[in-house]
């Protein structure tokens, strides 16, 4: 089955400083890797995905780059904020969601 | 206008009891989700449905058994919970997500605190 590595498990940051978090997975058959963004108290939500067909996509302030042979994909986030304080995740699948698994998560704290 | 619901939001029982956590979708999605997160804040499938039809079922005890009386609805019944059951759960659904179909977006509610003591 999948197997998803996330690093940092912590990552601090200055307001304004730039944020990256690391993710590989195992399973050559994937080819859907969303990130998640969970705050205290919620359900994760989708922050920016990215399909196997596609290197690099960017909304705004983050982007998503990916590796597919060396089956690994990175969040970037530019000019943090406070509000982007949260857990992350990133998680691959197959497009039709078999194997879906989440990596451990990267505790993001952007500090004023 | 909430789009994935649930209820309660914070439990507490003891041992060895019986209890269901209810999951309501309100985006006529096909496919919906049951996670597990633990205290280490790790997220683990544990079950999906799509039209009403079980897609994904993982390594989880008996003791959990899903029910989806519609596609709007996925509701989670534990019997005979244990120490370990304590958890957030969360339900989430997707637009797509069955045999050969496109998942999208997993949109997740809020999410149910279960503590057993």
């Given at each position: 089955g999948e197997n998803v590595e996330q690093h940092p498990s912590t990552l601090s940051v200055q307001e304004g400083d730039s944020a990256v978090i690391k993710c590989t997975y195992s399973d050559?058959?994937?080819n859907y890797f969303p990130w998640y963004k969970q705050e205290l108290g919620k359900g994760p939500q989708l922050i920016i995905d990215i399909r196997s067909n596609v290197g690099e996509k960017k909304d705004q302030r983050i982007a998503v780059t990916l590796n597919k042979t060396a089956k690994h994909f990175s969040l970037h986030i530019t000019?943090?904020?406070?509000?982007?304080s949260a857990v992350y995740f990133c998680a691959a699948s197959t497009s039709y969601g078999q194997n879906f698994v989440f990596g451990p998560g990267t505790r993001l704290s952007v500090l004023p | 206008d909430t789009a994935v619901s649930q209820t309660p939001k914070y439990l507490v029982t003891q041992m060895g009891n019986d209890k269901s956590i209810k999951c309501e979708q309100?985006?006529?999605?096909d496919t919906m989700y049951w996670y597990k997160q633990d205290s280490k804040k790790f997220l683990k499938i544990m079950f999906s449905y799509n039209n009403k039809e079980l897609i994904i079922n993982e390594t989880?005890?008996?003791?959990f058994s899903p029910k989806s009386p519609d596609k709007a609805h996925l509701n989670l019944h534990i019997n005979s919970?244990?120490?370990?059951?304590s958890a957030v759960y969360f339900c989430a659904s997707s637009q797509g997500g069955g045999p050969g179909g496109w998942m999208g977006e997993q949109y997740f509610g809020p999410g149910t605190r279960l503590t057993v003591t």
């Open positions: 050559s058959a994937s000019e943090t904020q406070p509000e982007d | 309100n985006l006529g999605h989880v005890p008996n003791r919970l244990e120490l370990g059951d």
